[in-house]
């Protein structure tokens, strides 16, 4: 089973921003898209951002557009995410997770796609 190792997460003020980063020790997932996505309490996940495994395109959900960046080092086998102006309702667990297909052309939203996850990172924009 892959293992994938979310970090980055913490407490930050309205406005602030944090990044996040996604490795898989001992496993190369160059060749994956991969996704970010997020769960708050009592809530269900939801997507956040994904990108395809040569970098482009990359997709986002409309409550983050503008706002996040997701990218790929495929030189350090880590994914990224980038948040920006952060929001109180981005208070969360945001979650790094892999698409099993190798080399398939476009990223997806559909949390049934991605078999591989981590343990998550939380999140915390308080007002």
């Known amino acids: 089973q892959v293992q994938l190792v979310e970090s980055g997460g913490g407490l930050v003020q309205a406005g602030g921003s944090l990044r996040l980063s996604c490795a898989a020790p001992?496993?190369?997932?160059?060749?994956?898209?991969m996704g970010w996505f997020r769960q708050a309490p009592g809530k269900e996940r939801e997507f956040v951002a994904a990108?395809?495994?040569?970098?482009?395109?990359?997709i986002y959900a409309d409550s983050v557009k503008g706002r996040f960046t997701i990218s790929k080092d495929n030189t350090k086998n880590t994914v990224y995410l980038q948040m920006n102006s952060l929001k109180p309702e981005d208070t969360a667990v945001y979650y790094c997770?892999?698409?099993?297909?190798?080399?398939?052309?476009?990223?997806?939203?559909?949390?049934?796609?991605?078999?591989?996850w981590g343990r998550g990172t939380q999140v915390t924009v308080s007002s």
């Open positions: 997770a892999a698409d099993p297909r190798p080399f398939f052309g476009i990223p997806s939203s559909a949390i049934s796609n991605y078999d591989y």
């Open positions: 001992g496993r190369t997932f160059i060749s994956n898209n």
């Open positions: 990108i395809r495994w040569t970098g482009a395109p990359t």
